[in-house]
């Protein structure tokens, strides 16, 4: 990751998901909204470049147990990034407790996956980031095979390329294409500046009705 790739991501990671959304739609680019992958618990949240990870889905010994390779994942990730696993939706662990430890131990800021995590006691334990479709006790070993590290994919029907900053919070997750993310943060913080203002204003006394007049993307 880059210095300008680090600025970005402290940046962004100050940033609500809803705030992005507001800038990502002033762009045309809402579909780089992810629909329905969240955080595995309250109050988990990470920002960082993707890491991208395209998985195929069997059935129990389809595929040969070197083929799960979470440590390639993580060996593959950097200080600050965040990996993201195109897994096909299924309902099928392809990370847990042990994998959560070596990842925040190595400074990954987080985990997005379009499949099944489990041991989430262990995940919350270790405080690290991660978001999935499932929660399942079902192992991925000779279920799952890592096809591919570091080519473009796609998560929860949204494209990504590596290298694209991903922000993530309790309320979603959202992918800034690399050339246009410094503008999207841009435009973000300004309304959350506005978001800002409004809070004080209704503090000193001014109607949410009036709020909403003032401020029109609140």
Known sequence: MTDSDRSLARRAENLATSTLANALDDFGLADMILPTIKAVAPGLRCAGPAITVRQSVGEVGTFASEDFRVGAMIDAAGLGDV????????????WG????????????????VDGGARDLEEIVGFEFPVFARHLT?????????????????????????????????????????????????????????????????????????????????I
């Not at 070596?102 to 990954?108: D, E, F, L, R, S």
């Not at 900053?165 to 503008?183: F, H, Q, S």
């Open 83 to 94: 990996i993201m696993i195109e897994a096909s939706g299924a309902n099928i662990s392809t």
């Open 97 to 112: 407790g042990m994998a959560s430890f070596a990842a925040k131990h190595k400074g990954i800021a987080g985990l997005v």
């Open 137 to 217: 006790p079902t192992t991925g070993r000779t279920r799952l095979k890592v096809e591919a590290i570091g080519e473009p994919i796609v998560v929860d029907g949204v494209p990504v390329a590596p290298g694209d900053l991903v922000v993530a919070d309790g309320t979603g997750i959202v992918v800034l294409p690399t050339d246009k993310a410094a503008e999207i943060i841009e435009a973000a913080e300004g309304f959350d500046a506005d978001d800002k203002a409004a809070i004080e204003d209704l503090a000193g006394g001014l109607s949410f009705s009036e709020a909403m007049a003032k401020y029109t993307r």
